[in-house]
Structures are given as C-alpha cells and as structure tokens.
C-alpha cells in the first residue's frame, strides 16, 4: 500500500495555502482539484475557474 496525498495536500504544497482554505476551495469546486488549483492561483470563484482549465470545443463537435 502506497501513501498518497490527498487533494488538499496536494493543494496546499502546489499554491501554499492553508488547509482550511485549500479545504474551502475543494468544497466550492465540487471536489474537483483543477478548479480548486485555479481558485487558489488567481482568486476566481469556482464557477469562473472552471472554463479557464476545460480544453475549447473543437469546430467539428468531438
């Protein structure tokens, strides 16, 4: 069995955050650590993070 950090471990190494605001960001991300990792870097809310990562719709609809 390995020791794996868990995402607000993994958050607060990456930004320097504390714990309880990498835990508020996760909470606001729905858990999603990409969106919490853009939330801690550039202070957006969650629901302005979340496009800011996502890959653009490519013009053939895949």
């Known amino acids: 069995m390995h020791d794996r950090p868990g995402a607000g471990t993994i958050l607060g190494e990456a930004t320097g955050a504390d714990p309880a605001a990498c835990a508020e960001a996760l909470a606001a991300a729905g858990g999603d650590l990409r969106t919490a990792l853009v939330v ?22 895949r």
């Open 40 to 61: 801690l870097l550039t202070g957006v809310t969650s629901q302005e993070a979340r496009p800011r990562w996502r890959p653009p719709v490519e013009a053939s609809g």
